[in-house]
């Protein structure tokens, strides 16, 4: 085939200097200021520039300054000659090939808080030191942008390393890792604008079949057409995987989670593409037929718009409307979100105005859309419902494709188990949870004024307005965001409903609508004014609001509990109108106190971060309720975990408040202590009187349980421990489980105990141990934790893995399938080792040996 490169270089050329123009439009000057210059301080290493590093390899190939370069340095070092600033560096000591800028930089969704992400494409025989030097010098200068309040990412990259598929870095916000490799590369041709060094090769190339590219190139090569020394190339887009539309999209999803208005079109693109998988037509490709066949009038070269465009004429065909409409709002709220910064016309704003005429939008949708930076929860709800509909949809659609395409998920399990967690944490509602809305969606959630209504079980009257609520709503506490007044009361006016008011302050405080200016309102026969206030202290006092996401490895790690909040006395209060007693109470009296022997622990409300950063809460309420409080709390606690960092306990009573803080406070941190291992757990210490009933207590490995002593049984000793009989489990079959060890014993070690300090609530997990003559062991643990053993399996572990995950995908949410599986919404099997290393038991990821 014959190849027009002269005709293609001045095509390229001419793309590159208007997508500069249009990236530098209406940006900020510091923004201006970052573009203009980062490929001269690449191409310098002088100590008075930003980014020096003592012996760093820099060095540009073909560099040349341009104009506001040399004024940079012209004012910098007025009476310095340039060259002495920027000497001539012989080519084969030059350190990079070329400077690249991908994202969204020169289309219709650049705003002032795009990312610049760079690829810094260097030789590929930098030694390992210096490599670590230049790596160096990119991190001095990401910082250097900071100053300017422009996030950069430069990316060190080795085409060849990249063109043999080895870019498998570790998985960060802005980094797939092992997830994708062609759909990165499709993207970065799409959008890519060259800011020094060699021009990309595959642009100048219009080549029929993709799958012929390498093939092409090397025939170019061998007929001296190119010098492939004078030339950057990643490869070509033939060699497409239906594990990588997998992962990339998993890693799109998981990008959904902190943008997901930017991230709701590419994710809608992976899927149009997988539509179309294996013959997928991709953007990239389009592009450079239009460009390369000179037709340039009818296309406009904004990946952004051809995303649409693309994303557009899937869900048309599908007559999907619904996602339509909600694609473009995403689109146009992305495109304006710094609308505040520009005056008079802008080409972007020029071409949404077009864009929105042929959508038929009216007017009032526009102002809508423009208002959203300053929405509050009720219109933050409603998009952020729309978010998580939408994002399951793809989900659902990404586990159809993953069926009908065989994918093979043990080939990347690290990155997949960690980007499902991350997707999981986010978006899975669980009883207990507090679901976080996305902060992204609203700039100031705060509200001025925010009233708890509490609704009785029993219709009450005497309160104005009541009968009118109960006429209306179920029994629990109700949010509403504004002062009380009597139009509160005359239509459903809530914001939030929950049946237990520690929950609703904790989704208040933590999405940010409780605030220190809020003013609080408080309608409830239980609690007044002080005591919520009181409680509201406390828990900002314990949790701040935001905390760093999760790490990798915290998210390979069993869940653990990190910061824990204890409420006694929350919202019943059994010390209220306590008539006096004539003796010192002990802290072992206040469990089974006075004649009546009743607790005056009335009700214990459990607030607690754990390792993933999930916010989660419990209520207990009752006489037994500081027993089932310990019970479900040791068996979050496994044998052997980390001690939480924080561990508070407050009291609400009305009478011996401080008593009780203590009292609660002493057996929550013995239960932690032994559970944790740092307290071997002593009989004589095992018994706890609750409301004249005397419990022994036996700590397990993956929690306590508890047997009911009748007075004769009693031994001459009495102290107070924690736990709970199985008697109280045939009111609460919640909590009602066989006990471990006891199965351990009577089976000859059923499971290996490493198992119980990984099991993680919520998630599918499959564990895989080796035995002799090539046989395995699979140990399943469900999203309850409840085990099931297999012994002595034959055959390939990941035609097992490929069959495990084909069951799961075909699963539904009422459990419609022969193996009677329920499917979780955005849960995914996780698979693990089981190996001997160092003569102990450690547990892995599953990752296939290649």
Known sequence: MKYDIEFARKQVADLERYRTVRALSGATEEFRHVFQLISLLLHSNHPNLPGFIHDAPFGIFDFKLNDYQRKYLHNLFPNTPIYQIIPNIDRTFLAINGVYVMGSIASISQTTSSDLDIWVCHREDLSPTELDKLQQKVTALEKWAKQFDIDMNLFLMDEMRFRDFRYSE?????????????????????????????????????????????DEVEKLIKNKEIDPQEWVDFGGLGKFSANEYFGTSLWQLYKGIDSPYKSTIKILLLEAYSWEYPNTRLISSDFKFHLLMDHTEDHHFDSYLEMLERVTAYLTYHK?????????????????????????????????NELTQQWGWDQKTIDDLKQRPFWKIRRVKKSYNMVVQMLMLSYRHLIHFARKNNVNASIMPQDISVLTRKIYTAFEELPGKVMLINSQLSNDLAESDLTFIEIPKTTKTHKAGWYLLNQAH??????????????????????????????????????????????VHIHSDNVDATVLNEFIADLANTFPVKVPPPTNEELNHPCEIRQLLVAVNLISDPTKNLAPVGYDVKQSDLFSFGADERSLVGSIDLIYR?????????????????????KVLSNKIHRGSTTPRS??????????????????????????????????????????????????????????????????????????????????????????????????????????????AFASEGFLQFFFEDTVDGLFNVYILDEQNRIEVYRNCDGEKEQKIREINHIYATADKNGNNPYGIVQRDFNYPQFYRLQQIDNQTKITPFQRYL
């Open 170 to 214: 570790a998985m960060t916000k802005e980094n797939s890792g092992s997830a994708q490799y062609m759909l990165l590369l499709d993207e970065f041709y799409r959008s890519v604008i060259r800011l020094a060094g060699k021009p990309l090769l595959w642009l100048h190339l219009l080549v029929e079949d993709e799958t012929a590219y390498e």
């Open 320 to 352: 999907d409307f619904k996602r339509l409409d909600f694609v473009r709002r995403c689109f146009y709220m992305k495109a304006t979100e710094d609308l505040w910064y520009y005056r008079g016309s802008n080409w972007r704003f020029d071409l949404l």
């Open 474 to 519: 179920k029994a629990g506490w109700y949010l509403l965001n504004q002062a009380p007044n009597m139009s509160c009361f005359l239509q459903p006016r809530h914001v939030e409903y929950n049946p237990n008011l520690h929950k609703l302050v904790a989704w208040a405080y933590f999405n940010t609508l409780l605030t220190p200016k809020t003013r």
């Open 610 to 630: 754990n390792l993933w950063n999930e916010v989660r809460t419990l209520h207990f309420e009752g006489a037994n309720a500081i027993l089932l409080a310990l």
């Open 647 to 756: 561990v508070h306990v407050f009291s609400y009573s009305e009478n011996y408040r401080r008593t009780l803080a203590e009292a609660v406070s002493t057996l929550i941190n013995k239960c932690i202590s032994i559970q944790s291992g740092n307290t071997p757990p002593s009989k004589i210490h095992n018994l706890l009187r609750v409301a004249g009933k005397n419990w022994q207590f036996f700590f397990e490995d993956r929690g306590i349980s508890l047997q009911e002593f009748q007075q004769s049984n009693i031994p001459q000793y009495r102290d107070f421990g924690d736990d709970l009989h199985e008697k109280l489990a045939q009111n609460e079959p919640h909590f009602k489980r066989s006990n471990i060890k006891q199965i351990r014993k009577a089976n000859k070690e059923l499971y290996p105990a490493e198992l119980d």
